[in-house]
């Protein structure tokens, strides 16, 4: 592969700098469900086109809009007063060799079926209202589409990049893991108190990793004010013993800091997530495609979410940057941490970006030459394989928020 470039990496390790800055909007941040939601259409896309005609047809449901309610929480269970809005848009096949098909329809039922899926005090057809702005594509990006049914090949419908890197370091760890915690069915049954819209913020500074976690409480659950602050104290012990099993870093943990009880200030909300009344969200807001914020880290402005799984890249080269990164640290023991970087050109075939540069971290400078070989080897053995990738993401089996 003539563009691809491998270099060492010339910073240090993030995890070892001064002061480390990681993020991540849980399953139920306002913005995270509109990526969820924008993800899931794609889906639902993928399956019904594949269904009706035996192909993928051009679409790119990547935009989206969370507009929040208004409600009046109340210790024992409260009223929500107008349901949040979501509005689904963007770009798909609406009707294809004579036949119609139901795309609207399709966007509004899906959203309510993932809200009964992810949400355990939300009811989706009374907290809330979906519509969908969902029109045809352009006839030059849809003709482009049809190309790859016609040859074959895969062509980027975009000039856009990716970007990925492995491994995770510690705090990124817990960031990640806290907010899956705290969101599992299991710690939802023992703690239904505890909502899904958990935001966990970490900063790291020298070996002392400080957690600043705001988890919306649902207020059926929840007695008196008492007992909000006694099942908050629960909640925060149980996330420091957590925190503390991934790594050997020192943690503290700070849950909902803006409560002030005295004033009757509480972070209490009747569905679990605050896109009830007070905030909204947006598709590409939120986390990238590995699932973090990360500023000490490469990143890039793409929302990875209800972008088509075939041809826009992206989605496909971030996805594809992080499993390359990954394959490095992972089958080259020299490779201690990899950044991979991909560039596309808008017609061309997915598996040649214009340019790629990979970034390795290795224990000593000389190593360079001697691990060339393999990791070039890695690197195309992966991109060969980038396209096949669409399946097990039509699936919705690959995360990327």
Known sequence: MRNLQISLLPSPPVGTLPVEIVERKGLGHPDTICDALAERLSTALCRLYREEFGVVLHHNVDKGLLFAGRSRPAFGGGEVDEPMEITLAGRAVTEYKGKKLPVEELAVEEARAWFREHFHALDPDRHLRVQCRIRPGSRELVELFLREARTGVALANDTSCGVGYAPLDDLETVVLQVERYLNSPDFKAKHPAAGEDVKVMGVRRGDRISLTVACAFVDRFVENAGDYLQQKEELQALVQVYAESLTAHAVSVEVNTADHPGEGDLYLTVTGTSGEAGDDGQVGRGNRANGLIT????????????????????????????????????????????????????????????????????????????????????VEGELAGAWSLWEAQAAGRIAVY
């Open 295 to 378: 500023p000490n880290r490469p990143m890039v402005m793409e929302a990875a979410a209800g972008k088509n799984p075939l041809t826009h890249v992206g989605k496909i080269y971030n996805v594809a940057a992080g499993r390359v990164a990954r394959r490095l640290v992972k089958e080259i023991p020299e490779v201690r941490e990899a950044y991979c970087f991909m560039v596309s050109r808008i017609g061309r075939p997915v598996d040649e970006p214009q340019v790629m540069e990979v970034k390795l971290r290795l224990p000593e400078i000389g190593l360079l030459a001697e691990v060339m070989p393999r990791a070039r080897e890695v």
